[in-house]
Each structure stands twice: as C-alpha cells, then as structure tokens.
C-alpha cells in the first residue's frame, strides 16, 4: 500500500494566466464578501463566497418567481424561442468565461469544461427549436359523438436541485425546458459549484429572460430548503439531479403536495466488451467512458466486463492510456485527469483501490494520491476485481477502472443486470445481432453501443429503476414541464 510520505506531486500546476482570467469572470458576478466558500479542489484556494440562504429568503424567491411566471405562461411561443435563442447566443459568446469558471470551481481540465459548455448551451439550443413546436392533437372518438383536443399548459414553479459534476449542463438541461414550457424556476445549485449557475442566469437575464423568472437560491441547509419549498403550494415540480439516497428523500416530501416529480439519480454503468469487439475502439470508448469528467459522471464506466478471450490485451492497452495522462489543476496547460471534488472522494478512491488489492485484484497502474493540498488521484486499473470488493458493488464516483472477467454472453448480461440502478449501460462489439440483443436485455435507460459518451441533448436522458424517474433532453424533457389536458367538444352524431 502506498504510504503518505512516498506521494508523488502533482504533474501540472496551474497556468497562472488562466487562472487570472477564471478569478476576472468571478469577480464579475454580482456575489457578497461573505457567504458559504467556494473552494478551488485544485489548489483548496477560496476563490468566492455565495449567499447562504435561510428559509425565508428561499420562500421569497419562491413568490418572486410565481408573481413573474403568470405572464410567462401567458408569452407566446415565439417569445419563449427568441429569448432561449438569445440566451444560448450570449453563453456561446462567453464560452471561455464559462469553461474557466467550471474548470476552477468543479477541478475539470479546461478541454472538458469547454466540451460541457457545448454540451449544456445544445440544452439551449434544443429547446429554443422545440419551443414553437408544441405538441398535441385532435382526434375524433370512436363513435364520433365528440371531438377531443388535447393542449399541453405549463405545469407551473418547478424547483431544480442540482449535482456539482456538471455545474452548466445540469442547471441548462433543466432551466432550458421549464423556459419553453413556460414555467418560471428556482435553482438551487451545489454549494460546492454555485459560481457557473450565478454567472449563466446573469447571462440569461441579459439575454432577455425577465428578473425575477429564474431565481438561484444557494444554502448550507439544504435539508430545511427542500422541507420549506416543497412545501409551498405555489411550487408544482421538482426536478432533481443527485444521489439516489437524497431523491428517495425529495420523493417523500414531493408526495405531500403531489408534486411532478423528475429524478436524474445515481448510476452503476455495466460496460461489456466481447471477443468480437474491435480492440482500438474498446479501450478509447472505455476511456471515455470511465476517464471522462475524472470518472465523477451518473453514466461513468463502473462495472467493466471483459470476456475472457480479449481481456489480457484489453487490460494491457487500457493501462497504457491511464499511464500516460497528466494529472493537475484542471486549469494547467497538459492536465488530462484534474482534482477530484473533495478530500473524501480521495480517501474512498484509496479505500476501494485497498479493499479491491486485498480481495486479489491485480493493481495494473495508478492507486495512488498525491503530496498536494489538492484532491488529486492518480488513473488507476484494477483487473481480476473481485465481485465482493466495495468497488463492484459501489457507484466509483473517481478515476478507477474495475475490470471483472467473463465467459459467456448469458452470465455478462445477467451480472450486469445484477444491481437495483439502471441508468447506463455500454456494449462494446462487432456483431450487430449481440449489440442489439445484448442493449434490448440490459436493465438501463441509456446504453452505448459500441463508444463511450451517449449523451445528446436530442436524447431522452434518464434511467430506470433506482436511477430515477421521468426523462432529460428532447421532446421527452419538454414535457416533464408540462400539463397534458383535453377538451371534448359534443359533435352532433353521424349516422
Ligand atoms: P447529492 O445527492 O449529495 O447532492 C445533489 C444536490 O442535492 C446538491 O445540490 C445538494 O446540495 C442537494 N441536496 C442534498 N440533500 C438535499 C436535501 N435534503 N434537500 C435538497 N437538496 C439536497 O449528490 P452529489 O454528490 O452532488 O452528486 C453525485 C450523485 O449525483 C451521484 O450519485 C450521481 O450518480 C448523481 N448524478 C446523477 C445524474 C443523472 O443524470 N442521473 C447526473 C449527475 C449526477
């Protein structure tokens, strides 16, 4: 086991001109001197204070935002489209400001904070398309004495809690579809990346999205919040992204008032790579998939079964990529693996590469963290994991690839199923039949045919099982945000 004193450094220090320009965007939001500290994972610097709000001032901008929805859900489609296309065209235009800014706050090497920027503002983009698209039809019934017209409304104030893994995307994935719906918000980001949701509802205010529609609530009592807000009858939604644990818990309080209710929650990603699969792209869709975000993705690689045939080159070549990549500050020149979020999530990476080690896997590369005030780990393989280690059976959350071994296509598919999460799921293979096959019997919501990062924000995002309930992108997103109604309108009988 590797001891505290023999910890390499970190391989790369922060750019000190990107990071000048990541604390220049902060201090261009309009935050307080005082507050709950947002720390850098990088550096474990103090890099801003946001407000911590108490019950009261999170049920005034409960009522703030309801006195700016009814108009709202009263302005036209065409209105909702322009204003969500104005907004995807400033968080465009400050796409560097928003890359430095989650990379600083979350730990993300810069390349991937811009790839989130992309991926949070499509949100945008998708749902200021669909907004004058709205959906609904009329039809006659079966015996022809009616007409029924069903119209969709706006559901009404949807509360959206939010993860720190993607500070942008998930705060878009959510606010964009309200919007077009014609909903009004309040967000309630992670305390630990608050700073991207301040500076992008900052922008979307300029970009035309009157004042008080989307209000950002930041609090250390977040257990106190979601027990007041639910509460109020103005509320009608929750949105939620974050442990299945904490949904079970927003679950039980959305029952009271019967809220519509979305829950993005916890993964546990099978990943099968059979005989047949084509090495090279194996072992790059894995990467992605394990590597991608530091291994802190809901849809990250978890349980990674390789069929005995191609697992000693498989293993070989993933280990070669993992070794290879730089580990620092996210905001470093050659960074490929930045800081984890905190200093307990590099305690469990320790804690499951040891456990897994004594129970007989072999520690391929990494398994290490570092001599830094950072929260840096190093990529790790383990390969004969053993289906008891706490790293089989636990969501990772970090930059650990746990390879398991099988033989047949039977026993993958039911080993894989064998957990009460269901989000993603990843199938690596040259024959279409198995792929197809294999995706129709896996239990989850999403599944990777042959690469490594599914996500689109034309995809309907979402698990089953444990893993949650409703759907995050696409047509399907938008109505998580709205009420299906009908009228039926008498027609005189035909004979
Ligand atoms: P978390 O559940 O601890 O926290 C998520 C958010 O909920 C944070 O904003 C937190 O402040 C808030 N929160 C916690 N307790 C609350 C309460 N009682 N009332 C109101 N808000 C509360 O999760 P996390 O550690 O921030 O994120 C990691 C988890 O999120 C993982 O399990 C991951 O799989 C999941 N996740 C899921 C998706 C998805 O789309 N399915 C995406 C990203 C992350």
Redesign the pocket.
Known sequence: MTTTTDLPAPLVAPDADRVKYADTVIRSINLPIDGIAVQDPATAETIAHVPDADVDSALIAVSKADAAGSDWARSSLRRRADVLHAWYDKLVAHTEELAHLISREMGKPLAEARGEVKYGTDFVRWYAEEAVRPAGNFRDTADGGASLLTRRSPVGLAVL??????PLA?ATRKIAPALAAGCPVVI?????TPLTTYFAVQLAIEAGVPQDLIQVITTSR??A??EAVLLDPKVRKVS????????R??LNLAARNVLRSSM????NAPLIVFDDADLQRAVEGTFAAKLRNGG????GANRIYVQDGIADDFAAALTERFAEVAVGSGLGQQTGLGALIDDRAVAQMQSYTDNAVDLGANLLTGGHGYESPGNFFAPTVLDNVSENSDVARS?I?GPIAAIQRFRTEDEAVTRANATEFG?AGYVFTENLDRALNVADRLETGIVGINQGVPSNAGAP???IKQ??LGR?GSAEGLEEYENIRFYNVARRATS
Do not use: Y
């Open positions: 809690i939010t993860p720190w893994n993607f998930m309630k980001p992670a305390t630990l977040s257990g919040f979601s939620f992204t974050g442990s299945t644990p904490v949904g818990h927003l993005e929650l916890g993964g802190q993705s809901c849809i969501e959350f989000l995002f979402g698990g893993s949650g995050e």
